[in-house]
């Protein structure tokens, strides 16, 4: 009797965790994951690729239709024509990608016979335009300094 | 007793569980909120510039050549020949920069989307010299022009014009007064005189370009 009295009263002693406040624990995790989906967020618009990608578009534009310099139809296609011309030419093209594209980017130029620019980093979003010319195509690639 | 007091003890934890609950469910209520506002990317106004930088930069009537803006042509757009080059940009706020000028304005756009532009601005200079020329001479223009216009004097007993060893211009009784001929912007013009002298006033019309940024903002 003694036993049972006791029994009762442990089981009264831990009745006083009360049934509610668990069910509430387990609501409010159940509402916590909800909440993480949307507190992970929507993924990136990619405007700014996409706006590298206009600028790198562009930069292709204004250098496809300028005159080339000694010879060939275009300025690009004369930069993918041989070897030598791109030796010859790789300097002033550098200087003019530099001067056509804004201060706060960086370029390459990838041509058939050699690339001018800078060093391309793996980990930083860029924008990308190709060229074809008659020899290859001309690829130029910026991203944000 | 101990019936009683686990019911007082129930009430409590009951109003906790409710407080727990309903500032749960209005944090959640907060960030879907917010995630869902940053998830309003304005996809109309992001077409419209888009579509109005584009037209602008390509447009015969405001450019010479793709991205080769036309100076004077950029001076007089104004709100109806950009509604009418781009039409989602109509009834909304827009602004056209040119690098640090602003070309044209509507309403205020605050924030909004920004489409940036590489292009170059073209401003054509007008190149006047005056050679005399004799049988077999020639004359380079130092920079390329898309015309060239020959004045030749009234005594000038030129009688062939070469352009690039192309016969361009012929009159075997001697050229005079006002021609105009075409080049290419491609290769450096060289035009060589035959058949006689004379005084030549050669006028040329060379493209003078400079780099820029145009910015289109567009806000509902």
């Known amino acids: 009797m003694t036993e049972r009295s006791s029994c009762r009263c442990e089981s009264a002693a831990r009745g006083q965790l009360s049934i509610s406040v668990v069910e509430a624990a387990i609501g409010v995790l159940f509402l916590f994951a909800a909440t993480a989906t949307f507190a992970l967020g929507v993924p990136d618009a990619g405007a700014e690729e996409a706006q590298l990608d206009q600028y790198a578009q562009d930069a ?37 990608v530099e001067r056509i594209l804004p201060d706060n980017l960086m370029f390459r130029v990838v041509t058939p016979h050699g690339a001018v620019g800078f060093r391309r980093p793996t980990d930083t979003p860029s924008g990308r335009a190709t060229v074809p010319t008659l020899s290859g195509r001309v690829a130029i690639w910026v991203w944000y300094a | ?59 015969p009537g405001t450019t010479v050549r793709p991205n080769v803006l036309d100076r004077e042509a950029m001076q007089t757009v104004g709100g109806g020949a950009l509604d009418d080059l781009a039409p989602p940009v109509e009834g909304r706020a827009v602004r056209l920069r040119l690098d640090d000028e602003t070309l044209f304005e509507r309403g205020d756009p605050i924030g909004g989307t920004t489409v940036q532009r590489i292009v170059l601005v073209a401003e054509s200079t007008t190149r006047t010299r005056t050679v005399t020329v004799e049988d077999g001479g020639s004359h380079t223009l130092p920079r390329r022009t898309t015309h060239v216009e020959l004045v030749f004097a009234t005594d000038s007993t030129v009688e062939t014009v ?7 211009l012929h009159d075997p009784d001697g050229l005079r007064g006002r021609f105009s001929v075409r080049a290419s912007r491609y290769e450096t013009a060289t035009l060589a005189f035959e058949g006689g002298s004379g005084d030549v006033e050669i006028v040329s019309y060379p493209l003078q370009t400079r780099k820029a940024t145009l910015r289109v903002t567009v806000d509902d």
């Not at chain 2, 506002?37 to 602008?56: G, I, K, S, Y």
């Not at chain 2, 070469?162 to 361009?168: A, E, F, K, Q, T």
């Open chain 2, 1 to 59: 007793m101990s019936p009683n007091s686990r019911g007082q003890a129930n009430l409590a934890s009951l109003a906790i569980a409710l407080v727990a609950l309903v500032s749960a469910t209005t944090l959640g209520l907060v960030v879907a909120d917010g995630a869902l506002a940053n998830a309003d990317r304005e996809p109309l106004e992001r077409r419209a510039a888009v579509a109005a930088a584009d037209r602008v930069v390509t447009a």
């Open chain 1, 60 to 96: 292709a534009t204004v250098l496809s239709q300028e005159p080339p310099r000694h010879a060939g139809a275009t300025r690009l296609s004369e930069v993918s024509r041989s070897e030598s011309a791109f030796e010859r030419e790789r300097d002033a093209l550098e200087r003019r």
């Open chain 2, 162 to 168: 070469r352009l690039n060893g192309r016969v361009v």
